[in-house]
């Protein structure tokens, strides 16, 4: 089982609000990713990091932004909640076996 | 395009059952190909990894082929068990870029009935 963690695992907010979804990893990884999944569709790339300092964009355009100051934690965060933010969020590390490891991911829901 | 295809979209099978679900990529330059399993409300875990070279890797019940020629993989799971009721998602790495690129399929739901 991978060392991975995301809280909270759900999350109901209202439009407008700031939320910050948590990602954290004891493995060590350099690399850390983030994906929105909608039910029943594929995992979208919305923000991915190669080490501490660096964060990029992901393939899906995404309101949200991301930090990543220590090597173990890649906070996700959405200053202004929308309906259309709501999905479920997964976070991913990657080690030297070139395998991703995925957290249980955050469901939102934004009212 | 890079495109990961996934088939059936969803399976129902009766628990002890074999079944075999299907991936098609037109991923390139390819790199390896993973299967993931995804239960419900939780994130995907590894099942297996194959690179080009490799035709057919096991994992218990889990046996997955490759077939670099014509770009498609399987997934057999033997003896289905109730357990075995998730998504099953195909992913394609590809070599282009130092991210080493990961497209993803839509997935397979299997569910397994008692």
């Known amino acids: 089982e991978a060392d991975i963690y995301q809280t909270p695992r759900y999350l109901v907010i209202g439009t407008g609000k700031k939320i910050t979804l948590e990602c954290s990893q004891t493995?060590?990884?350099?690399?850390m990713y983030w994906y929105q999944q909608d039910p029943g569709m594929e995992l979208h790339l919305i923000h991915y990091s190669y080490g501490v300092n660096s964060t990029e964009k992901g393939d899906l355009s995404s309101e949200s932004t991301v930090s990543r100051i220590r090597t173990e934690h890649f906070p996700l965060t959405l200053e202004s909640a929308r309906p259309s933010h709501t999905s479920q969020y997964l976070c991913?590390?990657?080690?030297?076996?070139?395998?991703?490891?995925f957290g249980p991911g955050t469901r939102l829901t934004v009212l | 395009k890079n495109q990961v295809e996934q088939s059936p979209q969803s399976l129902i099978i009766l628990e002890g059952k074999n079944c075999t679900l299907q991936c098609n990529y037109t991923v390139s330059p390819f790199s390896n190909l993973r299967w993931y399993k995804q239960d419900t409300g939780r994130g995907p875990v590894s099942l297996t990894i194959?690179?080009?070279?490799?035709n057919t890797k096991s994992n218990g019940r889990y046996t997955a082929t490759l077939d670099a020629d014509t770009k498609q993989s399987s997934l057999h799971i033997t003896a289905s068990q109730l357990s075995d009721s998730a998504s099953y998602i195909c992913v394609v790495s590809d070599r282009g870029s130092t991210l080493g690129r990961l497209y993803f399929g839509r997935g397979t739901q299997l569910t397994v009935w008692p």
């Open positions: 991913a590390s990657r080690g030297g076996a070139d395998t991703q490891y």
């Open positions: 194959m690179t080009f070279s490799e």
């Open positions: 493995m060590g990884h350099d690399k």
